[in-house]
């Protein structure tokens, strides 16, 4: 996956890299809690982290916004789903309250950048109905591109 002169990948999509960055941080979380809440609750948060970078990415190799989209949609419900699993963690005493709210910010940015990233999809949808390798501006406030390079580590 070299950075230059290649075809874009899901690793480009800022969505997926801010969904990826949410898994890591939370699964470094879960690895606190205490072990009795192995099987419960840290076992519960990881799977519903990992799903938001996963749906993003087999969205991604539809090929179709349509798709596209509703692979997002279930990304942006495990990306909440993961947010009240965090208001477990943070009632029961597992994390401190600034825990949560760093955490709860990386969730809700990954949340506002996904959400962009299915307006332009729809808006995509709606134009033109066709298939397309998505590379036009998407977002609010700043986002003008969907793609950015992709993390360092996944460069081969």
Not at 83 to 96: M, P, Q, R
Not at 114 to 129: F, P
Request: hydrophobic residues 35%.
């Amino acid at each position: 996956m070299e950075s230059m002169g290649r075809s874009r990948w899901f690793v480009d999509l800022k969505a997926w890299q801010k969904a990826r960055a949410f898994r890591k941080a939370i699964s470094s979380l879960a690895k606190g809690f205490p072990v009795e809440e192995k099987f419960r609750l840290a076992d519960q948060i990881i799977r519903s982290s990992r799903g938001p970078s996963a749906n993003i990415a087999e969205g991604y190799g539809r090929f179709h916004e349509k798709d596209n989209a509703r692979f997002c949609r279930m990304a942006s419900g495990s990306l909440n789903e993961t947010l009240d699993h965090l208001t477990v963690a943070v009632d029961e005493g597992y994390i401190s309250t600034e825990e949560f709210r760093a955490h709860w910010n990386q969730g809700e940015e990954a949340l506002r950048v996904l959400h962009g990233y299915i307006r332009y999809l729809r808006k995509i949808d709606a134009e033109s109905g066709m298939v397309s390798d998505p590379a036009a501006s998407y977002g609010d406030e700043g986002e003008d591109d969907i793609f950015t390079d992709p993390p360092v580590d996944l460069i081969f």
